[in-house]
């Protein structure tokens, strides 16, 4: 019932939408980057990152600091943000928010099963897994020798089991098919949280839908593009693709059969929204696309701000500070390794 939300969203919404409004008005603004690009040392960043509400976080770090340590503090109140929106949050907002942590969960999948694969200690792995992807049995998944063994050890029991029925093979884990699995699980997920975000109907439907079709374009792109030059056949890459977006179906035939950089931009040409984003790339190059990409997201997620009595508002909350995440793991990694001259190459910039 499209419209009648404003009548009841309050009732059960009201509280969280208010607060995570109010979180959204802490992100970082241009001055605040401006400042920070000034930095000459990580201390100079932790002394002007203590004026924002990242202060509390790294108020009692020690010197000298390290960029892992700005990142995992920024990703730590991120996590209690989360924990508490979820704790307050009652249905279908609570299942809402679980599904925007399941990319997480598939990206430490991907990560245990690589790392053992390469001999890595498990241990070690799992200090670099994402905290909002984390589940009891993640530290199991180190036995496991392909992907029937993953599901039937480990997966079975997560929210990721419906998305492992169509990668369940009794091949070997190897570079390529661990890849393949990443590709094939996202898929699932993002018709899961698309058919999901449609079954909740009115403004959370309608921005929702706009918000994932980007990102399964993205993927598409992605998909392509890394694609080039592999045995992966036509077939298998349109296989990866997600059955919805503005690229489906048409646009997906023509990327399966690209087989370059130029090929895959003539494609996206004929799309208005994503003409801007290759105008700003020259031919033959890649190298730009994800900052494209990911300025062109932050727009969109900035736009779901601006209506009412919708879920949308805590994905494009969680998206924004993620990006204001890698934005400071950037800007630290320039500074720490005396590179300031790129600063600007991978900053995304939001309010």
Same mark, same amino acid.
């Given at each position: ?8 969203? %309050?009732i ?8 995570v ?6 992100l970082?603004?241009v001055?605040?980057? %401006? ?5 000459? /040392? ?12 990242? !202060?509390?976080?790294?108020? %009692? ?5 390290h960029?892992?340590?700005?990142v ?6 991120? @996590? ?33 099963? /690589?790392g ?14 994402h905290?909002l ?5 993640i530290? /199991?998944?180190?036995?496991a020798q ?15 089991a419906p998305?492992?029925s169509?990668c369940? /093979? ?10 393949i ?11 899961d949280?698309?058919?999901f975000?449609q079954?909740?109907? !009115? ?10 079709a ?33 690229l489906?179906?048409? !646009? ?11 090929q895959?931009r003539? @494609? ?32 969109r ?11 949308a508002v ?8 993620e ?9 630290s ?6 590179q ?12």
């Amino acid at each position: 019932m499209y419209g009648f939300e404003a009548l009841t969203f %309050n009732i059960h919404g009201g509280y969280l939408e208010a607060i995570v409004r109010g979180h959204r008005s802490g992100l970082l603004t241009v001055a605040d980057y %401006n400042n920070l690009c000034q930095c000459e /040392t990580l201390d100079d960043i932790k002394m002007h990152l203590s004026a924002t509400e990242y !202060g509390p976080y790294l108020q %009692n770090e020690p010197s000298p600091l390290h960029t892992t340590t700005i990142v995992e503090k920024s990703t730590l109140k991120l @996590v209690d943000e989360y924990k508490h929106m979820l704790c307050q949050a009652t249905e279908p907002l609570s299942t809402f928010l679980e599904y925007i942590t399941y990319g997480h969960m598939i990206d430490n999948v991907v990560l245990i099963v /690589t790392g053992t694969l390469h001999e890595r200690d498990v241990q070690e792995l799992l200090e670099k897994c994402h905290p909002l992807g984390m589940f009891d049995s993640i530290a /199991t998944l180190a036995v496991a020798q392909n992907m029937r063994e993953l599901y039937r050890l480990v997966l079975v029991d997560t929210p990721l089991a419906p998305y492992f029925s169509e990668c369940i /093979t009794s091949e070997d884990l190897d570079d390529m098919n661990i890849e393949i699995m990443r590709n094939t699980l996202y898929k699932a997920y993002l018709e899961d949280f698309y058919k999901f975000c449609q079954k909740l109907g !009115g403004a959370t439907a309608e921005i929702m839908s706009d918000l994932l079709a980007f990102e399964a374009d993205r993927r598409a792109v992605n998909i392509t593009i890394n694609s080039i030059g592999t045995e992966l056949t036509r077939d298998d890459r349109r296989r990866l693709y997600s059955n919805f977006g503005l690229l489906y179906p048409y !646009g997906h035939e023509e990327l399966a059969v690209c087989e370059d950089i130029d090929q895959v931009r003539a @494609v996206m040409e004929k799309y208005p929204p994503y003409q801007s984003i290759f105008a700003k790339m020259s031919y033959g190059e890649s190298q730009m696309l994800d900052k494209a990409f990911y300025e062109e997201e932050v727009k969109r997620l900035c736009l779901a701000f601006e209506q009412q009595f919708h879920f949308a508002v805590f994905f494009a909350y969680m998206r924004l500070r993620e990006q204001e995440i890698r934005n400071l793991m950037w800007i630290s990694e320039c500074v720490a390794q005396n590179q300031r001259s790129r600063i600007h190459d991978s900053v995304v910039y939001m309010f």
